[in-house]
């Protein structure tokens, strides 16, 4: 996974793991707890041919934020 600012620079990758992977099912993935330049990332999704959904958290010093994106496109 990788997230990048609207100006096109990266602003952290985590590693992705799919699971109960189907061409024509839904699978289910996992953000393992990732830390990227003192930040921690973690979190998890599903996947399926025609949508995407994904909520992850970063946690830092003192701040813990989460992002919930409920209906993605897959490109």
């Known amino acids: 996974l990788t997230t990048k600012f609207s100006d096109g620079n990266v602003h952290f990758t985590a590693p992705i793991v799919l699971s109960n992977m189907s061409l024509t099912g839904t699978a289910t993935f996992t953000i393992t707890s990732t830390v990227y330049v003192g930040n921690t990332y973690a979190g998890s999704g599903t996947v399926s ?3 995407a ?3 992850f958290s970063e946690d830092t010093t003192g701040l813990h934020t989460t992002y919930t994106f409920a209906s993605m496109s897959n490109i």
């Open 49 to 51: 041919p025609t949508s």
């Open 53 to 55: 959904t994904l909520s």
